[in-house]
């Protein structure tokens, strides 16, 4: 497709009689799907790998931590899909030829280098990307008065830039692959929100993420619009 706009003929083109030769599970299944899953080494990013691995998705996994919860090994095990979990490593030389460390640079959603690398080797591992989920975050609990820049910034860097990224590298890979078959051209992203971007919380003092979590809301709804018409849907999920 090449980022050209889908047409509502395309969108709309469907066999009257499917019902007849397809069953509701194969509408559910995601069968030879890639989902990406930011975050999902642990949590609810995890919980989600066996949601879609359950459906039939493979699985990749892009998240900092050098080594997963126990559970993910489950996942590989148990599921019959392809599940990898992204850490990016990158070789540097002390002394030429003497001394060669392998740095694991990992998968931090904030470094836009080291994200975007781990994007085209998902797509070179699995051939393509036809679904996101954005769990990376994290949720600072200290008083406003005290937050210092360094620790804000790295709260938005995460929650907000690393979610906003990770969609643009998804979605360019989204509108360049063909589709599955003529109902699913495009793909669909996920973005966890929280509630937080409804209510505040008393008891908690948490104003960054807060403001943060507000923001993934208002970039689903943009990105929901502005990728429509790209055969890109986008949503929210908002747990709490
Ligand atoms: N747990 C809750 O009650 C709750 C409620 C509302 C929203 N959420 C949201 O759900 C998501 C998952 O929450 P959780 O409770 O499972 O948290 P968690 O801390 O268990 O999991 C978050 C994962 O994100 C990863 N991560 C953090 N920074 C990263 C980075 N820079 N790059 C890549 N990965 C990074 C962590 O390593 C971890 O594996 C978060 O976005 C959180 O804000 C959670």
Request: aromatic content about 8%.
């Amino acid at each position: 497709m090449n980022g050209t706009l889908v047409q509502p003929q395309q969108v709309l083109k469907r066999d009257a009689d499917s019902f007849l030769h397809r069953t509701v599970q194969d509408l559910f299944s995601l069968k030879g799907r890639t989902i990406v899953i930011t975050g999902g080494a642990r949590g609810i990013g995890l919980s989600f790998g066996f949601a879609v691995a359950e459906a039939g998705a493979n699985v990749a996994i892009v998240d900092l931590l050098s080594e997963p919860h126990e559970h993910f090994y489950k996942l590989e095990k148990d599921y019959g899909v392809k599940v990898k979990l992204y850490k990016y490593f990158t070789e540097r030389r002390l002394y030429p030829i003497l001394l060669k460390f392998m740095f694991n640079d990992r998968s931090d959603v904030t470094n836009h280098a080291v994200l975007g690398a781990t994007f085209e080797e998902i797509v070179k591992d699995f051939g393509r990307i036809d679904g996101l989920v954005t769990a990376a975050g994290i949720c600072p609990d200290e008083p406003f008065i005290e937050r210092k820049p360094e620790s804000v910034a790295r709260c938005m860097n995460i929650n907000v830039l690393g979610t906003y990224f990770a969609a643009q590298f998804a979605t360019a890979s989204m509108i360049k692959q063909e589709p599955l078959d003529d109902t699913h051209r495009g793909g669909s992203i996920v973005m966890v929100a929280s509630v937080a971007a409804y209510v505040a919380s008393k008891g908690q003092t948490t104003s960054d993420y807060c403001a943060s979590k507000g923001a993934v809301l208002s970039l689903a709804k943009a990105l929901g619009v502005e990728l429509a018409m790209k055969g890109v849907r986008v949503n929210s999920i908002s747990p709490g």
